[in-house]
């Protein structure tokens, strides 16, 4: 079978071709997983993540039209993960990757704002990935894959050669830029 294009499984979307889930598992299917996976941190909820994200998809998709679909799969299963975690886990505090990373990033932002409402906030949405799109590439990848894909410290200093330590001060002096950013720009107090 020929490789199927972005364009090619949107189209399918668009036609309501139930092979579009079939195309989209086989395209993206383990990147989701991963996604998920690193979030939830089991095989069954980031299997039931990764199929919730094709229906989710099927839904959306039209009247919606990604332009980079692999970006707007990962947006959603993300979010589904986050959702399934804090459903999961509502009554457990800590010592997982998730909270760590979410603490880490509320000293970015007004201690009295709630963190989830101000991420969800359009203008602050718009500030971060300004912020990042500004950031050497390395940088601006280490501070992804621990606040979207919420990898470890540990497998991010593995993956470029870095310690712990190393991956600890990059990513609380890319946190510090992003405040400063955000003050800078009126997103925060």
Not at 100 to 109: P, Q, R, T
């Amino acid at each position: 079978m020929e490789d199927i294009t972005d364009e090619d499984i949107i189209a399918l979307y668009w036609r309501r071709d139930s092979g579009a889930i079939d195309a989209t598992s086989r395209a993206y299917g383990s990147y989701c997983y991963t996604i998920a996976k690193g979030i939830l941190k089991n095989p069954e909820d980031a299997e039931e993540c990764v199929n919730d994200t094709w229906m989710r998809a099927w839904n959306a998709i039209p009247p919606e039209r990604p332009q980079r679909l692999r970006i707007y799969l990962a947006k959603i299963t993300r979010n589904l993960a986050f959702d399934k975690f804090k459903r999961q886990y509502a009554q457990k505090r800590g010592g997982g990757e998730i909270c760590l990373a979410l603490e880490e990033l509320e000293e970015c932002i007004d201690a009295g704002s709630d963190l989830e409402s101000a991420i969800m906030a359009k203008e602050l949405r718009e500030g971060i990935n300004s912020f990042l799109y500004g950031l050497p590439k390395r940088e601006r990848d280490i501070f992804l894959r621990r606040y979207f894909f919420v990898e470890s410290t540990d497998d991010i200093a593995a993956r470029y050669g870095m310690t712990g330590s190393a991956v600890l001060m990059a990513l609380s002096r890319t946190r510090q830029k992003l405040k400063l950013y955000l003050k800078k720009e009126g997103l925060i107090g």
